[in-house]
């Protein structure tokens, strides 16, 4: 399972997030897509070397470091828009992407050097860092783009959906069981709207053979990846029977890496590069 593991990190640390940064279209993040190799690629070397070691920590901290710097410049964009174009709900989706890998980075950190981290053993932090890239990152990212396109009720619903979500699950880990499932079903109706929107709202119209396909492909894959999600949230709270972590990691897992979130982004992109900048949408 750690090879299978450490290659979605990869795919999320060196493609998804440098692919989201982009999507955004804000001129200030482009200095940190930039430089954000720098700072991934050291992330994925640390992942394949043994756990405990100087360099290995070394190299986790540098992405840490990255992650931080991008998570930065979510209370400068805050603090510089006005009240209501802050609070709107693609703005809220989107400062939940600049967030939220720094706690997949700190989960790196404390993984990599061999220590718990607030009581968490070493394979619930490992497993942090790929859902923080994709349920963090890549799903609150693509319900901001969602939400520009469709602005109605539903759109709406799913820019903040993701993001409060993404949220509960994380005060799940320290409340409990019951708390993550809140997060869970809270998180996959988000998701659930915006593969409806994403079908019927963002493909439609598309004559682009691939952009379309690349959507319905995303829309498809969380239809199936979230009730996984919640059958294994529902199964640690009331003892139900459920997937194990292998087996969510080998479905789940995999299958929102790229059946969402790499089919997500390039098809954004794709959109993005015959249209005008995303920022027109996300400001």
Do not use: K
């Not at 969602?146 to 602005?151: G, W």
Request: with cysteine; net charge positive; charged share 10%.
């Amino acid at each position: 399972m750690s090879v299978l593991v450490n290659s979605i990190v990869m795919l999320g640390m060196l493609v998804v997030v440098p692919a989201g940064l982009r999507l955004t279209g804000a001129a200030e993040l482009d200095r940190i897509r930039r430089l954000w190799p720098l700072f991934a690629v050291p992330g994925a070397v640390s992942l394949w070397l043994p756990r405990g070691t100087a360099a290995t920590t070394a190299l986790a901290v540098c992405y840490a470091l990255g992650a931080a710097l991008l998570a930065m410049h979510a209370p400068h964009r805050l603090l510089r828009r006005s009240p209501s174009r802050s609070t709107a709900p693609a703005e809220i989706a989107l400062l939940t992407a600049l967030v939220t890998p720094s706690v997949a980075a700190l989960a790196l950190v404390a993984e990599r050097s061999g220590h718990t981290l607030f009581g968490f053993g070493l394979g619930i932090l490992a497993l942090t860092v790929p859902h923080f890239h994709f349920a963090g990152f890549a799903a609150a990212l693509v319900a901001g783009l969602v939400c520009r396109v469709a602005d109605s009720v539903a759109g709406r619903f799913a820019a903040l959906s993701v993001p409060l979500g993404t949220l509960l699950v994380l005060i799940g880990y320290f409340i409990g069981d019951w708390a993550e499932l809140a997060g869970a079903v809270v998180l996959t109706a988000g998701m659930w709207t915006v593969a409806v929107l994403t079908w019927r709202s963002v493909r439609t119209g598309q004559r682009d053979r691939i952009t379309r396909t690349l959507l319905a492909v995303s829309s498809a894959v969380l239809a199936v990846t979230m009730v996984l999600a919640l059958s294994w949230a529902l199964g640690e709270a009331t003892g139900l029977p459920h997937p194990t972590l292998a087996w969510m990691a080998a479905t789940h897992g995999l299958g929102n890496a790229l059946g969402f979130a790499l089919c997500s982004v390039l098809a954004w992109q794709r959109l993005c590069d015959r249209t005008d900048p995303v920022e027109s949408r996300t400001a």
